[in-house]
């Protein structure tokens, strides 16, 4: 089954004196537990086709089916049920909120689900120890490394448990150790049967997807399989 | 959860929470404790009515051109057969003279019975004895006035046989400033009767009765009761406590738009994280809750400390404009203290309700690259 579906996608943002194309006429399918890079300079509508399958934002014309289910028709609630049951984001900036312990931020996508405080807590723990992080339970993001806050926010995204994982350069803001390291992460989560997009302009991360989607000014230039 | 996250985002901005929470104690502790003087206030008022609830009181009906009233009316009112004392006023102004200092006051016509039913004795006794008079506290005062004193009143002497205690106010009688003779000697005619009933409920029976009797033919006397003018009075302090307290609601308004403003910087601030929240699956509700339960903390602990201070604080006023607080956690106090405190929440929460609004509004994208 595909878990990812763009039929005939455009987005185009309006404002009053002007309008900007992000995305033009996009078809492309995702198979379930597949690795697939979107690559292009700024601009070219990497981050529009993130949200788009992140159920944050609603395509203008076309239509996008996550895991079978047509998107554009779906109100807010439904379309944020879609994305918490489905979908982790990982983003360039980490994004932890800043207020909460390392558990504490793993834990809030299932207070969202309103799972059991033990549940919760135990299922934390467990994610902290996949991605190597045991120790810094209790720590607020400002008292971790940027490695560290990163794989936090790994986690956190795996939190509900998605078929999904979305990553906005995750490595963007990490020296290359620390950032082969996420790398490494996210390849085990694929072997694992996690469908994996990940958005990025470092062509040395390409190595690690099982295909390249290359855009340029909002249409998919080269679709190319990479082999390993 | 959403408790302790609303807790952190506070303690965030600490100063800010403090002032906005300052703002709350203010309002409140003004509503309250202006709510608690003015109700002490009404209650010594009332107080000092004495226990005039279950008063009548006769007068003869000037509407229809009676100027006294008969000694058969007098007769018929002591016939009314339910538990009561009925006393007969007569009343006019003398000339009263004591070692050569003269006054014009008032002087009334009453039995013996008639001063220790309606009146405290401050000095010596109340016997009404042909030739002897009691005294009111005032005039006693003026007149340099002991027990014992010979004054002349109307030309007769007679001899003071005590001196009322200082009276509050009253609708029949004002002895303050007025001289008791008994009514055997008092040569005016009887122009009003003082009917104490012992149960209030009995009141409309004896309207009836006089209707019945008295007022058979003519309507020669008109019945004016205590205790409706009372509950005049105290409707009339109620209302100008509720006047007060409004003055005092606009101190909780500001405090208000204070929250208000405060968690419009709030939202705005923490865009982002409202962005990362909805990305990872918080519904609008759960944005609102988070917002709501921060602005409700700051309600609830404004209002808590607010309330408690307000009971101190009334107690003070009150002790400081009256002189006398009789008991401080009665009832009604509680009950105002109750009501500032849901009032505190309640504006906290209103205050609350547009910044949560759009706080759970906002674009998820644009909220998310909000930097």
């Known amino acids: 089954m595909k878990t990812v579906v763009f039929e005939s996608v455009s987005k185009i943002y309006r404002t009053r004196y002007y309008q900007v194309v992000a995305l033009e006429d996009i078809n492309l399918e995702i198979e379930r537990g597949e690795f697939i890079a979107v690559m292009g300079p700024s601009g070219s509508g990497k981050s529009t086709m993130l949200n788009l399958i992140g159920c944050l934002d609603k395509p203008t014309e076309g239509e996008i089916y996550i895991k079978g289910t047509p998107i554009s028709g779906l109100r807010d609630h439904e379309l944020t049920d879609l994305r918490r049951n489905t979908i982790g984001f990982v983003f360039q900036q980490f994004n932890l909120i800043p207020t909460l312990s390392a558990l504490e931020n793993i834990e809030l996508p299932m207070i969202f689900r309103k799972a059991e405080a033990e549940e919760r807590k135990k299922r934390a723990e467990r994610l902290l120890e996949i991605v190597g992080l045991e120790d810094v339970a209790d720590r607020k993001p400002v008292e971790m490394s940027g490695g560290q806050q990163q794989r936090v926010a790994i986690a956190r995204a795996l939190a509900n448990n998605p078929e999904i994982l979305l990553c906005d350069e995750p490595t963007g803001n990490l020296d290359s150790k620390t950032g082969e390291q996420v790398m490494e992460i996210l390849s085990r989560l694929r072997e694992e049967g996690v469908t994996v997009v990940l958005v990025t302009h470092d062509e040395s991360l390409k190595r690690y997807a099982e295909r390249v989607v290359r855009l340029r000014d909002g249409r998919i230039v080269d679709v190319s399989s990479v082999s390993t | ?371």
């Open chain 2, 1 to 371: 959860m959403y408790l302790q996250l609303a807790l952190r985002n506070l303690s965030r901005a600490r100063v800010r929470s403090v002032l906005a929470v300052i703002g709350i104690i203010i309002g409140v502790t003004a509503i309250t404790s202006i709510g608690i003087f003015g109700e002490n206030l009404k209650k010594t008022v009332m107080e000092s009515f004495g226990d005039i609830a279950n008063e009548v009181i006769v007068l003869p009906n000037s509407k229809e051109g009676f100027s006294k009233i008969d000694d058969r009316t007098v007769e018929l009112i002591r016939k009314f057969p339910y538990p009561g004392t009925v006393i007969p006023v007569r009343a006019d102004s003398f000339e009263v003279s004591y070692k050569g200092e003269k006054r014009y006051v008032a002087v009334y016509g009453l039995d013996e019975r008639a001063i220790t039913e309606l009146f405290k004795i401050a000095e010596g006794t109340a016997d009404l004895k042909s030739g002897r008079c009691v005294a009111g506290y005032g005039i006693a005062e003026s007149l340099n006035l002991r027990v014992g004193s010979r004054v002349v009143i109307d030309g007769r002497i007679y001899r003071v046989s005590g001196i009322l205690e200082e009276e509050g106010a009253r609708f029949d009688i004002r002895p303050n400033y007025a001289i008791i003779i008994p009514e055997k000697d008092h040569p005016a005619d009887v122009s009003a009767i003082i009917v104490k009933l012992e149960k209030l409920e009995d009141i409309e029976g004896f309207k009836s009765y006089i209707e019945a009797t008295v007022n058979i033919k003519d309507e020669k006397v008109e019945i004016l009761e205590m205790k409706s003018i009372l509950d005049r009075i105290e409707e009339a302090f109620n209302q100008i406590n509720l006047f007060l307290m409004a003055i005092a609601g606009i101190s909780l308004l500001v405090a208000g738009v204070s929250i208000l403003n405060i968690m419009l910087m709030s939202t705005i601030e923490r865009t982002k994280e409202i962005g990362i929240m909805r990305a990872i699956g918080a519904q609008k509700v759960d944005i609102l809750k988070i917002f709501l339960m921060e602005a409700g903390i700051l309600g609830i602990s404004g209002s808590v400390v607010g309330a408690t201070l307000s009971i101190a604080g009334g107690y003070f006023v009150t002790k400081l404009i009256l002189g006398e607080v009789s008991e401080i956690l009665n009832t009604t106090t509680v009950l105002f203290a109750v009501e500032g405190f849901a009032f505190g929440v309640g504006t906290a929460i209103i205050s609350g309700l547009y910044p949560a609004w759009r706080a759970a509004n906002l674009e998820p994208i644009e909220a998310l690259r909000y930097e």
